[in-house]
């Protein structure tokens, strides 16, 4: 199973970037689907989860207000928009999808059975 991301760079805080991830298939095929970062020395973290059987989206408490999940599914693609990037936002960012129906702590815990290769966020002044 392939994810395939693209976007990510350097921004200075405040700035936005978007994610994108191409997921084989139907996104409705999943039962969940995000994103995950990993900042340096840190563990990973989920971001953004969707959940598609009561289509309910989960943002950690850092991000809400700033980042939006969206999908596609004409084109079988998310994404995430990024606004008002902080510092603390740098890290490189996984799309990822839930084959198992694992509760959706554990895909905000950084938990997930497929994956992208991941595209560096980098916010500096």
């Known amino acids: 199973l392939q994810l395939v991301e693209s976007g990510g760079g350097s921004v200075q805080p405040g700035g936005s970037l978007r994610l994108s991830c191409a997921v084989p298939?139907?996104?409705?095929?999943?039962?969940?689907m995000g994103w995950i970062r990993q900042a340096p020395g840190k563990d990973r973290e989920g971001v953004v989860c969707?959940?598609?059987?009561?289509?309910?989206?989960y943002y950690i408490d850092s991000v809400k207000g700033r980042f939006t999940l969206a999908r596609d599914d004409a084109k079988n693609t998310m994404y995430l928009q990024m606004n008002s990037l902080k510092p603390e936002d740098t890290g490189i960012y996984y799309c990822?999808?839930?084959?198992?129906?694992?509760?959706?702590?554990?895909?905000?815990?950084?938990?997930?059975?497929?994956w992208g290769q991941g595209t560096q966020v980098s916010v500096s002044s």
């Open positions: 969707f959940v598609t059987a009561d289509s309910s989206t």
């Open positions: 298939g139907s996104t409705l095929d999943y039962y969940a």
């Open positions: 990822a999808v839930d084959l198992s129906g694992r509760p959706t702590a554990a895909f905000m815990r950084g938990t997930s059975d497929a």
